[in-house]
């Protein structure tokens, strides 16, 4: 069945170019009404316009859609609390939130200013907070919501001269793991994303692949899952190039050491400790204390 989001509403951020005004576009085309929000500044974050935001509202009008423009800053709580308002008084409603704005200030740590990492941490973390607190209210008195976090491989798996971008990115996956718990009860579905797309905010990296073979339209449908009816929770969903991996924090069996020798214990065994196999993805955070506690009742004869 083809996947459509008829009567629904969406707010992407970042939307004015690449990913955003994709994933906004194709919202748009399968029935969204969506605010296209962008600051409209450059990528470091500088400056700003209306005029990203509001030339793909022209393209969605265009094609036959309905979406609004809107500049908020995500960092600025009152001005994503006035966006959320204006999506309200127009529509009524919120289904879709796609946390997609960003910005990058990469330095390796020794040459970063602690000001280019607090800055690229309130766009990407906080701004992801603020647009998600002013909708989470709506969305759990809807019993329907649909979240989505814009994380990065950079996050995942570390990248030279992004401890700022990488450090945000990872705390969005935290902040998805938990959002995704207490949100369960509404309805509220929380994912993160992890894509590879030449944008503005790629293009110094030199693509080994054909530019149109790194299109952010082809991260999109991994989008359009995470935010359906259907969509999954808890997942972190990697897409790229038409590539789709899943990504997961997991937790090995360990090893249980007590006594006197305990440190060199750790030590000796730290390749058991690592040891994937039966490794688990808890369901939660308590699993892994109550995984402890069940070595330790083994080892204590319970
Ligand atoms: P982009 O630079 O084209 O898009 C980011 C958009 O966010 C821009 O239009 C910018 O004006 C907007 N923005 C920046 N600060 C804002 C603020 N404070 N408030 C509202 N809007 C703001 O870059 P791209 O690649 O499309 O990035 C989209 C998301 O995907 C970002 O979160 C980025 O970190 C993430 N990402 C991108 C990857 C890629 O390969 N392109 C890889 C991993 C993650």
């Known amino acids: ?51 990203a935001a509001e030339a793909v509202v022209a393209e969605i009008e265009a094609a036959g859609g309905e979406a609004i423009a809107n500049a908020a800053s995500v960092t600025d709580y009152a001005a994503v609390q006035a966006m959320v308002d204006q999506a309200m008084a127009k529509w009524g409603r919120i289904d879709i939130l796609v946390n997609n704005a960003g910005v990058l200030r990469d330095k390796s740590f020794a040459k970063m200013e602690i000001e280019d990492f607090r800055f690229v941490v309130d766009v990407h973390l906080m701004g992801a907070v603020n647009c998600t607190k002013a909708v989470w209210e709506i969305m759990r008195g809807q019993n329907y919501g649909r979240i989505v976090m814009t994380t990065s491989s950079s996050g995942l798996y570390g990248n030279f001269g992004q401890s700022n971008y990488g450090a945000a990115k990872m705390a969005l996956v935290g902040l998805m793991q938990t959002l995704s718990i207490e949100g369960a009860k509404n309805d509220i579905r929380v994912n993160c994303l992890a894509p590879t797309a030449h944008t503005r905010m790629t293009e110094d990296l030199g693509a080994a692949l054909p530019l149109e073979a790194l299109s952010p339209a082809l991260v999109t449908p991994g989008l359009l899952y995470l935010v359906s009816r259907d969509a999954p929770s808890r997942a972190i969903l990697a897409a790229g190039a038409g590539g789709f991996e899943r990504a997961y924090v997991t937790l090995t069996q360990g090893a249980f050491i007590t006594g006197e020798d305990a440190p060199e214990q750790v030590a000796a065994r730290f390749d058991a400790i690592s040891d994937r196999t039966g490794e688990i993805v808890p369901e939660m955070g308590i699993a892994q204390g109550m995984i402890e506690l069940t070595k330790a009742k083994k080892a204590h004869g319970g």
């Open 1 to 51: 069945m083809t996947m459509r989001f008829d009567g629904q509403v969406a707010i992407v951020t970042g939307a004015g170019g690449g990913l955003g005004r994709e994933h906004a576009l194709a919202l748009a085309a399968r029935g969204a009404r969506v605010v296209i929000n962008d600051l409209g500044g450059a990528r470091d974050g500088s400056g700003g316009s209306a005029s």
